[in-house]
């Protein structure tokens, strides 16, 4: 499977071409007529399907939980009727039409509620539902998304007619309910269930390689990286050369006055960004670290900490003067951290631009997908640019890297696959054994950068035969890409030279270097802290590296416009629909791209991985 070719080339010709006139925003309120129109009966009830997770299985089931199981911040998802959706659709689209009057007239949160969110009569049976089956409410959300609320066991078996239990998979433990939820029929017009009721977390996308990788530094001068096996390490003075992002910079144009978004679930130490931005000479612009609600702490899985400290320092590598807000939700028994960090940030309408780093796959339906869903449509209606990684195993959506072999089905991550959110895939830089055309031999230490220039790309794709696998490659480790099986193709994606004529939503939407191959360098664990003389990177790729730098090229154009732009492929597809891709072709050795071309036309290599999904 090849995932859409788009790939983005260089910041200066896009934000050239995204001159947009800000308008400001409007309240357009009008009755919601109730859909609760009979009182609760208990004995009426309606089974919501799709809402067990695929790893809930019996083979792994060890039995029920407590019925004292605290069970915090579940979150019941609220539906729009059909004619809301209807119009929250032409609504979204007017937004990018410079010929309405609803050009860029971005919604506040509570505008957003009050126009696409049920009334407050259903709100309030909802609510009364759940207290009075013992449940602490504690906050409706602004767009009237979702109802905060905890238990335990007990109520969700009383209440959702569903048993918790305690699932053991690859020796780890997990609670998830059993059987399929059940609420009222009463308030199914308006509840699509609660969004998930077990703690099979989302994956971060990170790659990690072998390492740290040793730096000499000197004081007031750059770190010289070399690495080996063919290997260049990626700062952020590389970047800018190999993207094109310099022109900008010269301009003034950093990202200030904007903010960028990180979705976290794990802390950090504040120390690794600090010293990441000092040994790249970044302007000290510390990122603020926000909690919603209790501090989880540093999680004791290395990767969960490297993948906060790669999406902040790399949001501010390439928008060093934006302001970077990390926004660190700890999980629950029922409910991902990642999802209380969603719905904060488009709920506080925190940011300009928002990027997310983790993945799950488009069999976990029911609400779960609802929820997403919604949120993803509240941050295109509030202009936020919802930037999400498209994933790090290939065709393979449902597996893990830990895999030797993909197991589950053909599929893509569903956080990336709504129409209203940005889904940026994995490119791999192609040398063809040529590095003294692309880099020098050691960092300029005025400028930092080694790279020379742009260098072609290829679809990334280290995967490999568990047999055969060789330095840099594991079994699963492809960008993710390929058809959506929820959503249909959004009208921005037809009439693109090479997008599929399948119906359906595809991608990834753009494409950013992601292999190991030439890894991006992190400050993470401690690494770059001790002996300044001699930090030590860490080497990592992934998609988890492309989502947040492309989130940073967008807070780049949103400083040069004055405006938040939502959903930023209404116009990327237009952008480049006017190209002739056939003479952008990424992955030529003889003839680089031409200069005029915005976007390159990646058509060498696919996504396959080994295994059912490939």
């Known amino acids: 499977m090849r995932p859409s070719p788009m790939l983005f080339r260089g910041a200066i010709q896009l934000i050239a071409l995204y001159l947009w006139l800000p308008h400001p925003a409007s309240a357009q309120t009008k009755q919601i007529p109730p859909r609760v129109t009979e009182s609760v009966d208990e004995n009426k009830l309606t089974l919501l399907q799709g809402n067990i997770h695929p790893l809930a299985r019996a083979e792994f089931d060890r039995g029920a939980a407590p019925r004292s199981l605290p069970l915090e911040r579940m979150l019941l998802v609220l539906k729009r009727s059909p004619e809301q959706e ?16 609803n050009y860029h007239r971005w919604l506040a949160p509570e505008q957003f509620g009050q126009q696409f969110g049920p009334p407050d009569a259903d709100i309030q049976a909802a609510t009364d ?21 905890s238990g335990d066991a007990g109520l969700v078996l009383n209440a959702f007619h569903t048993e918790i239990h305690r699932f053991v998979v690859n020796g780890e433990e997990h609670w998830a309910n059993a059987t399929d939820q059940q609420i009222p029929t009463a308030l199914a017009s308006v509840v699509a269930g609660v969004a998930t009721l077990h703690n099979f977390y989302k994956s971060p996308r990170i790659v990690m390689s072998d390492g740290p990788v040793s730096s000499p530094h000197t004081p007031g001068r750059g770190p010289l990286v070399n690495l080996t096996g063919g290997q260049h390490g990626l700062g952020p003075a590389d970047y800018a050369v190999i993207y094109n992002i310099n022109p900008l910079y010269q301009t003034g144009i950093g990202g200030g006055g904007t903010t960028i978004a990180v979705v976290g679930r794990s802390n950090i130490n504040i120390q690794d960004v600090k010293d990441f931005r000092t040994l790249f000479g970044l302007s000290a612009n510390v ?22 400290d790669l999406d902040v320092e790399w949001s501010g590598a390439i928008a060093p003067d934006a302001a970077v807000k990390f926004v660190v939700s700890a999980g629950t028994d029922t409910t991902d951290g990642v ?12 940011a300009n631009v928002m990027t997310e780093s983790f993945g799950g796959c488009e069999a976990h339906l029911g609400a779960e997908a ?8 509240q941050a295109a209606a509030q202009g936020i640019t919802y930037v999400v990684a498209s994933g790090d195993t290939g065709s393979a959506g449902c597996d893990s890297q830990g895999e030797a072999q993909a197991k589950g089905p053909v599929s893509v991550n569903i956080l ?9 895939g994995g490119t791999e830089l192609n040398e063809n054994g040529n590095d003294r055309r692309y880099w020098k031999s050691a960092n300029n230490q005025t400028t930092l950068e080694a790279a020379i220039s742009y ?5 990334w794709n280290q995967s490999c035969a568990p047999s055969n696998c060789t330095v840099n490659q594991v079994p699963l480790a492809a960008g993710g890409g390929g058809s959506s099986q929820l959503f249909p193709k959004p009208s921005w994606q037809s009439g693109v030279e090479g997008i599929p004529h399948d119906g359906a939503r595809d991608l990834p939407d753009v494409s950013l270097t992601s292999a190991i191959h030439d890894p991006y360098l992190i400050c993470t664990h401690g690494s770059c802290t001790g002996n300044r003389e001699t930090a030590k990177f860490a080497p990592v790729g992934g998609t988890s590296a492309a989502a947040p730098s492309f989130a940073a090229i967008m807070a780049l154009v949103n400083q ?22 056939s003479k952008c072709n990424a992955s030529s050795q003889s003839v680089l791209p031409a200069a005029s071309c915005i976007f390159n036309d990646v058509t060498a290599g696919n996504n396959a991985v080994p295994g059912e999904a490939g």
């Open 339 to 350: 999802d209380l960090s969603e719905v904060y940030i488009i709920d506080n309408d925190l």
């Open 287 to 308: 990122p603020e670290v926000v909690l919603n609600g209790p501090d989880p702490g540093v999680l004791p899985s290395d990767i969960e900490e490297a993948e906060g």
């Open 370 to 377: 609802a929820n997403i869903l919604n949120l993803a449509e």
């Open 455 to 459: 260098i072609p790309e290829n679809v």
């Open 416 to 424: 990336a696959s709504t129409p209203f959110n940005v889904a940026v």
């Open 86 to 101: 209807a119009a929250l659709d032409q609504l979204l689209d007017e937004q990018q039409d410079k010929s309405s009057p």
């Open 560 to 581: 040069k416009v004055g405006s938040r732009q939502g959903q930023a492929d209404y116009v990327l597809y237009r952008l480049a629909a006017a190209e002739t891709l």
């Open 129 to 149: 539902w759940l207290t009075s089956q013992g449940f602490q409410v504690s906050q409706v959300s602004k767009g009237r998304t979702v109802i905060e609320f």
